[in-house]
């Protein structure tokens, strides 16, 4: 049901068509991106530059990947599994260490910007619809759990050089909104009110948000200082969703099931410059632009 509707929209095929920009070159965009691909029957980790080229399968274990976080030193990714599985990568040999950690269940884990401790989202115990954000540190001591009113509450995320995590919420009741909580004073504030569903926020280095949300009648990309009208970037049939900033917060990278299968696509941050990276038959999904920001 609700608590895994964003893994269920990342699934959805609907054909549709987009006229495509002039390809941009390496040089415009930098950095590195990690995403899903369905390969041999797994969805597994693959890694690319952001203009789509040099793309290589980090993982191969036979279980399906749901998320990838990057380290703060661009040298490994924190990598969750459908089962709850957890493991640290390390993107130039594969290999990979198992983290055992003393809590079941958890999902949505994603790396705090310090590198020693994990962001994630955990069902309260016996209850269904009333998931809690988390913070533990990576050898499994000093668990803390950051939220305290009911409901579900997933996919945490830490806003670059800053104190605010921003996760999702909702009640079940035709809404999913986007909330925010100061990890250092507990401040907590909703972000979006009565404007249907919103899934995959992502926030640049600048502090301005994109998600993906109906509020228009289709999954689209939308983007939001926080303050103006939230700002509408794509406009298509098909799925678009799971949004990733560049570093310097010029370019998104998405997923989008335009033209048929789930695919990583490009754009600036005005939506323009349109350009498919990835061309898979089967399926590829929740690109992750590595930063480079960290803090305490």
């Not at 941009?24 to 995403?35: F, I, K, L, M």
């Not at 955990?122 to 998931?131: E, H, I, K, M, S």
């Not at 994109?210 to 926080?226: K, P, Q």
């Amino acid at each position: 049901m609700l608590k895994r509707i964003s893994m269920m929209l990342m699934l959805v095929v609907v054909a549709g068509c987009s006229t495509l920009a002039p390809k941009t070159t390496t040089s415009d965009v930098a950095g590195r991106v990690a995403y899903l691909q369905y390969t041999e029957g797994y969805w597994q980790v693959w890694l690319m530059d952001a203009a789509g080229q040099n793309q290589r399968q980090l993982t191969r274990s036979p279980y399906d990947k749901a998320t990838s976080s990057w380290y703060p030193d661009g040298e490994h990714l924190l990598i969750g599994g459908i089962q709850g599985e957890l493991e640290k990568i390390s993107i130039q040999d594969g290999k990979a260490q198992p983290l055992k950690l003393p809590l079941h269940g958890l999902v949505d884990a994603a790396v705090a910007p310090s590198g020693k401790a994990i962001l994630f989202s955990l069902p309260a115990a016996g209850t269904t619809f009333n998931d809690h954000i988390w913070l533990i540190n990576e050898d499994g001591t000093g668990q803390e759990k950051l939220t305290d009113q009911g409901y579900l509450k997933h996919q945490p995320v830490w806003a670059p050089q800053s104190d605010w995590i921003y996760f999702l919420s909702g009640k079940g009741d035709q809404s999913h909104d986007i909330w925010r909580l100061n990890y250092r004073t507990r401040e907590l504030e909703q972000m979006t009110t009565g404007q249907l569903y919103h899934f995959d926020v992502a926030v640049s280095v600048s502090g301005m948000s994109a998600f993906s949300s109906n509020r228009s009648g289709n999954y689209e990309i939308w983007t939001w200082d926080g303050k103006a009208v939230p700002k509408q970037l794509t406009q298509d049939p098909g799925l678009d969703g799971k949004p990733s900033w560049s570093p310097e917060g010029d370019y998104l990278l998405f997923e989008s099931s335009r033209g048929g299968a789930l695919n990583i696509w490009r754009m600036s941050a005005d939506g323009s410059q349109l350009q498919q990276l990835t061309f898979s038959e089967e399926g590829a999904r929740s690109p992750n632009w590595f930063v480079g920001v960290s803090h305490d």
